[in-house]
């Protein structure tokens, strides 16, 4: 005697076995439905990808922030040199690591700002001209 459903025959068994495959076996997009997808934003609309409120006051050290990887830190010019460049770092963070001096051992990005002559609060900027 065959196990199965008594509630529907063979085929229609087959059929609703595949339409589930992508989410029991964990496939991307096995439940995407094109009218659950989200509607990009409209032409009057703000950028989402944009962080309100943030502007340039530490817009400059998010963005140096993102290519120092936590795998990196504490570390030293060269492991943070290494993540940046894992990190596809562009040409004026990795100049700005490789203006580090060798052989200190940073803990956190913001050390490493402070280290650059910048402070949290005035990114890009000497710490001698903010004042």
Known sequence: MERGSSKHSSRVDEQMKHEV???????????????????PAGEDQPDPTRTAG????????????????????????????????????????????????????YQTVVEIWAALGRRPDLPGRDSDTAH
Do not use: C
């Open 54 to 105: 943030i502007g340039t006051l530490n817009g400059d050290l998010s963005r140096f922030g993102r290519y120092i990887g936590l795998s990196a830190l504490p570390g030293d010019r060269r492991a943070l040199r290494h993540s940046a460049l894992t990190l596809e770092a562009p040409e004026d963070v990795l100049a700005d690591l490789d203006s580090l001096p060798d052989g200190v051992v």
């Open 21 to 39: 495959l992508g989410t029991v076996q964990g496939i991307a997009g096995g439940r995407a439905e094109e009218w659950k997808m989200a509607e």
